[in-house]
């Protein structure tokens, strides 16, 4: 499946960026699991959080109480609201759902959107 995220931008550190992400065409696909990851210039991709179809979330200990996953299952739409967002939250972030394939995590990903924070 083909992913399109959207939604990054230029934010001062404190502020608030909304990313969105699904199919870049309608699809009836469920996905047991909806995520972010990010990667910042010369780093590895690290997670940021995922939300389950049974709406469990999990997060990374640098994100928690900062940011907020959420999905939209009839959309087929994952969210990651970041508030307070601080220069260190600077990077790419990559989208991904997993479906399950014979018991085996499938897992596609989005192209990226970026995030500068800086004043």
């Known amino acids: 499946v083909q992913l399109q995220a959207s939604g990054g931008g230029l934010v001062q550190p404190g502020g608030s960026l909304r990313l969105s992400c699904g199919p870049s065409?309608?699809?009836?696909?469920?996905?047991?699991?909806m995520g972010w990851y990010r990667q910042a210039p010369g780093k590895q991709r690290d997670f940021v959080a995922s939300?389950?179809?049974?709406?469990?979330?999990d997060y990374s200990d640098s994100v928690k109480g900062r940011f907020t996953i959420s999905r939209d299952s009839a959309k087929n739409t994952v969210y990651l609201q970041m508030n307070d967002l601080k220069p260190e939250d600077a990077a790419v972030y990559y989208c991904?759902?997993?479906?399950?394939?014979?018991?085996?995590?499938?897992?596609?990903w989005g192209q990226g959107t970026l995030v500068t924070v800086s004043s």
């Open positions: 991904y759902v997993e479906v399950s394939l014979l018991g085996t995590p499938i897992r596609s």
């Open positions: 065409i309608t699809s009836r696909t469920r996905f047991n699991v």
């Open positions: 939300v389950t179809s049974a709406l469990r979330t």
